[in-house]
């Protein structure tokens, strides 16, 4: 049962070294009691080239070799995936990219390979990638709470009495922190909109939640349909702040990230505790998770302000399936193991695809 890994990122090189860190990570040996699987490993470059290998070690090491100046064999993106479709023929795959591009325009193109992939559908990506979109679906459902905001498109004119301080200033399609701007006076405020203008035409202003920051992972059983909200984990803030990208990863010199930061360590919530606000951020996790279309997996990040009232913050859809994944941190810790996680995965992936044919055979 062959599965295609596809690593790095066609946008950026921030986006490609965050891959390779997380992606990297993904346990190779993995063995299953349900399949025979044999994985095999395809690295994007920001430039737009692609290489393929057997193994995920030789792909970590093709990155050390570039940076040291050698010549590998490379491949334009027309003849990788003609590779992919003729010659792996991959049974399904699974894309790690973080990076819009990635998650969005390069997902597109192995629907077009008709090729299965862990994640689900293209038009989720779209969705939840695009933070005015999630937060116009999640508002109009009313389940889900999120912080009261306006969105500001590039060019209208912005009144004063429309903002409210401390606000947060996000590009709607910027990734991770680096579209995202805590505003505390109006002197700061026209500068952190035309930093998130850089990365997108729309632009979300809204008010800032003074409190702590929880994740909550949802994962999907496609056999019986049901939703598992697993363990919630708080992250340490600073007062009066946001989680910016230093609290998340540690950067080299020339600002790419090597490793986590080592204040990124979270902690569990106690159930024991804290069962009325764990149950509240499940439930809207669950809630966000179906409204927004999702399939398999999900990360929900929330701010709990003073009084304990939760409001979703925004959506992740990255999972590398290996021991730096969130998902699968808090997976153990909701008693699956990394090969029940990732086996689930792949039998969702694969009744998706029956289902597909079924649906084709009956037109």
């Given amino acids: 049962f062959q599965i295609l890994h596809v690593l790095g ?3 950026d090189e921030f986006s490609f070294k965050l891959n390779m860190l997380y992606g990297g ?14 994985f095999v490993y395809a690295l994007v470059r920001p430039a737009g080239s692609w290489s393929f290998a057997e193994r995920l070690s030789d792909i970590v090491d093709l990155t050390k070799l570039e940076e040291r100046g050698n010549s590998l064999k490379k491949m334009d993106i027309t003849a990788a995936l003609q590779h992919i479709k003729h010659v792996i023929q991959p049974d399904m795959a699974l894309l ?6 990635g998650m969005t325009t390069y997902r597109a193109l192995f629907d077009a390979l008709d090729i299965p992939l862990v994640g689900g559908s293209v038009e989720s990506r779209y969705l939840s990638m695009d933070k005015l979109i999630t937060r116009g679906v999640l508002v109009s459902c009313g389940d889900v709470s999120c912080p009261d905001g306006f969105i500001y498109h590039k060019g209208d004119p912005l009144e004063s009495e429309q903002v409210r301080y401390p606000c947060v200033v996000k ?10 701007r805590l505003v505390k006076d109006s002197k700061l405020l026209n500068a952190a909109i035309e930093h998130a203008l850089s990365y997108s035409d729309h632009v979300i202003i809204e008010s800032y939640i003074e409190g702590r920051e929880i994740r909550c992972a949802v994962v999907e059983s496609a056999a019986n349909g049901e939703l ?3 363990s919630c984990i708080e992250y340490k803030v600073r007062e009066n702040d946001i989680r910016r990208t230093e609290d998340k990863l540690s950067c080299n010199e020339k600002g790419l990230p090597v490793g986590k930061s080592p204040e990124n360590k979270p902690w569990f919530l106690n159930p024991r505790k804290e069962e009325k606000l764990i149950h509240r951020i499940q ?5 966000a998770f179906r409204e927004l279309g999702l399939h398999d997996f999900g990360l929900f990040d929330f701010r709990v302000d003073v009084e304990g009232n939760p409001f979703l913050l ?4 990255f999972c590398s399936f290996g021991p730096q994944s969130v998902v699968n941190i808090v997976a153990k ?31």
């Fill in 314 to 317: 925004e959506c992740n859809l």
């Fill in 283 to 287: 439930q809207q996790s669950c809630r």
């Fill in 228 to 230: 598992k909200a697993l």
């Fill in 25 to 38: 990570s993904f346990h190779e040996g993995m063995q299953s009691p349900k399949y025979d699987y044999h």
């Fill in 333 to 363: 810790d909701s008693g699956f193991t990394d090969e029940s996680l990732f086996d689930m995965m792949v039998e969702n992936t694969l009744l998706r695809k029956r289902q597909q044919e079924n649906n084709n055979f009956n037109v």
């Fill in 9 to 11: 990122s066609p946008s």
């Fill in 171 to 180: 590009a709607s399609l910027g990734e991770d922190t680096k579209a995202v």
């Fill in 96 to 101: 790690h990219f973080v990076c819009l591009k």
